[in-house]
T-cell receptor
């Protein structure tokens, strides 16, 4: 059972570049979310989805887009990367008992 | 609206000593409360969860937490620290009808030999 899989694990971008962080889960969870983790700031919710075709904004959505075409996949897109988006990104899925399962994270540096 | 405050960004204990990590919350609805642990370079893992069935919740690795409504607290404890407990710990609150979880800023636990 793979759980939540995030790719890539590491990425370096130049300012203005775009990229997609991939997230896939094999637990058939309806609810998925993206967080960013910055030192001393805990986890902040970027976007979330309560099911295929439904997405909504979290606490810090600016500069990020998401889509949810299938239950399994929830990619996060950076349209034009900025140094302020240097962070560690975590994808999570949640079961019907409100327990979240996290991926191993993507460490992103924007130069 | 919901929020979480973790008191103390760093806690240091000796091996074998009591571990106490503090968490206070606010929520406009009866909350679901969680403690997660994060080891270096890994994602978060669930330690335990409170869902109103019992005020004292037992989790994995010998941790437990007590829900105190009057104090709006959900502190995490372990009677005897082990070196392997060194990690970052996050308290989180969720109101299922809102579909979002709010995390505290985290507490880094250091265990000294």
């Amino acid at each position: 059972n793979a759980g939540v899989t995030q790719t890539p694990k590491f990425q370096v971008l130049k300012t203005g570049q775009s990229m997609t962080l991939q997230c896939a889960q094999d637990m058939n969870h309806e609810y998925m979310s993206w967080y960013r983790q910055d030192p001393g700031m805990g986890l902040r919710l970027i976007h979330y989805s309560v099911g295929a075709g439904i997405t909504d904004q979290g606490e810090v959505p600016n500069g990020y887009n998401v889509s949810r075409s299938t239950t399994e996949d929830f990619p996060l897109r950076l349209l034009s990367a900025a140094p302020s988006q240097t962070s560690v990104y975590f994808c999570a899925s949640r079961n019907d008992r409100d327990i979240q399962y996290f991926g191993a994270g993507t460490r992103l540096s924007v130069l | 609206a919901q929020s979480v405050t973790q008191l103390g960004s760093h806690v240091s204990v000796s091996e074998g000593a009591l571990v106490l990590l503090r968490c206070n919350y606010s929520s406009s609805v009866p909350p679901y409360l969680f403690w997660y642990v994060q080891y270096p370079n890994q994602g978060l893992q669930l330690l335990l969860k409170y869902t109103s069935a019992a005020t004292l919740v037992k989790g994995i690795n010998g941790f437990e937490a007590e829900f105190k409504k009057s104090e709006t607290s959900f502190h995490l404890t372990k009677p005897s620290a082990h070196m392997s407990d060194a990690a970052e710990y996050f308290c989180a609150v969720s109101a299922t009808n809102a579909g979002k979880s709010t995390f505290g800023d985290g507490t880094t636990l250091t265990v000294k030999p």
